[in-house]
């Protein structure tokens, strides 16, 4: 295998290019801006159809992530976050601000068969990300199902603590403390296995 | 450099999904800016529950970026070069909604067809040199609240009062604040322009009812300086 079919090596150079637009569109550049949109505009459509499985509130959402990114974009700094992190988060908070606002929060909001994404047709760079994958997965799923089932709810459906304890019947503090020490197991899978 | 404990790698997962309550969601966002450690378990947290939040990727329709680049500030034309879109983005005394607003009216472009988006909130941590004093405080200057909550504060037998420090130097008072319990204060409307990015905020321990004068007569015993997030 050559160093530039290297899934690892291209990998490293795409998050190089997009790292340098986004800084770029920081600094008010309208075409380093519609580059990030080229390349990120799929995988983020992605994320809007895991909240909004509804195509045309899913195509509000990532218009709305978009013009997001392109206002809080100065304020992305290069060495602290990866871009597609960064991208992904603005993404998600926006369009979960956007569930908030109608009402469409929930513990049950997110269907349980639906919840991790069939996996695409993997080309060499979407090797890197299944693997990230299976970490998480094999983590999660070492959890006591509700809360896993609420992690996931929590991240993709917005749903709160105090969904969480209507719905189980349990003091709001129970249901913290549960869902922290879910938080502490999660992470020490995770790093243990990566 | 801080060691990160348990309860410190809890928060930063709940701060990334989303549970905090505002108070604790303003503490992790200022500490997300000041402390490096816990800077790096967000990050950390964000990228161990992307998977999660990945759909597969998806082919957007070429209307979606017409609508996008639309509800841009123009670049071409004679007196809005890209010079003033960086200006319009660096103000500190303009919402995001008021910038959406004025490009409107000076570009008289058609309206965006996307929801404006909500003002960035503004945040402080105030702090004492001592350690001894802290709150925190958070802004929505949609609707002129802010959510004071102090974590630790000691006004003996007077009382906590808050003052807002703008660039010329004169404090005017928030009003009585409570030491121990966060207190959700409506800032009066001819004090609003005064709560923005830069501006300073301040404790003082002041009689109960307030300052002589509306002045402050005692020490400040934490301060900090407004941010935007």
């Known amino acids: 295998m050559t160093a530039i079919h290297d899934p690892v090596d291209i990998e490293t150079a795409r998050r190089a290019r997009l790292t340098d637009a986004l800084v770029r569109t920081g600094e008010g550049d309208r075409s380093a ?18 909240i909004f499985p509804d195509r045309a509130e899913a195509e509000e959402a990532l218009q709305e992530a978009y013009l997001t990114i392109w206002n809080k974009a100065a304020s992305f700094e290069a060495g602290r976050a990866s ?14 601000d956007r569930l908030r606002s109608k009402g469409k929060t929930g513990f049950t909001a997110l269907d349980e068969a639906t919840e991790i994404a069939d996996p695409a047709p993997l080309a060499d760079a979407q090797m890197l990300i299944a693997s990230d994958n299976r970490v998480l997965n094999g983590c999660i799923d070492d959890l006591n199902q509700r809360d896993a089932h609420f992690i996931r709810c929590a991240f993709v459906a917005g749903a709160t603590y105090a969904e969480l304890a209507t719905s189980e019947d349990e003091p709001l503090g129970t249901v913290k403390s549960r869902i922290r020490r879910a938080l502490i197991k999660l992470r020490s899978c995770m790093e243990g296995l990566s | 450099m801080t060691m990160l404990n348990e309860e410190d790698i809890a928060v ?4 990334v999904l989303g549970l905090l309550d505002p108070s604790a969601d303003a503490l992790a966002a200022a500490r997300v800016a000041t402390d490096a450690e816990f800077s790096a378990e967000v990050e950390a947290w964000r990228q161990r529950l992307q998977p999660m939040i990945d759909g597969n990727d998806t ?11 639309a509800a841009l500030p123009k670049q071409s034309g004679q007196d809005i070069s890209g010079g003033n879109v960086r200006l319009w983005q660096s103000l ?11 490009a409107v009216i000076l570009l008289q472009q058609p309206a965006p067809v996307v929801l404006p988006e909500p003002a960035a909130p503004l945040i402080a941590a105030l702090g004492s040199e001592t350690g001894r004093a802290s709150l925190t405080a958070r802004y929505d200057s949609d609707n002129g609240q802010m959510l004071l909550t102090p974590v630790s504060l000691d006004t003996g037998e007077l009382y906590p009062e808050l003052w807002i420090i703008p660039a010329d130097g004169k404090p005017r008072s928030l009003g009585i604040v409570s030491g121990d319990s966060p207190s959700q204060i409506s800032i009066n409307a001819k004090l609003r322009d005064f709560i923005d990015q830069g501006a300073t905020l301040a404790i003082t321990p002041e009689p109960e009812t307030g300052g002589p004068g509306g002045q402050p007569s005692g020490p400040i015993l934490a301060s900090g300086k407004i941010v935007s997030i």
């Open chain 2, 12 to 15: 930063a997962g709940e701060y």
């Open chain 1, 33 to 50: 801006f519609e580059t990030v949109y080229k390349a990120t505009s799929a995988k983020l459509f992605g994320v809007c159809l895991r």
């Open chain 1, 83 to 96: 871009p597609i992190s960064w991208l992904v988060t603005v993404t998600r908070n926006r369009a979960i």
């Open chain 2, 59 to 69: 082919p957007v329709s070429p209307d979606v970026w017409h609508k996008i680049a």
């Open chain 2, 92 to 102: 500190s005394g303009i919402s995001t909604v008021a910038a959406a607003i004025m």
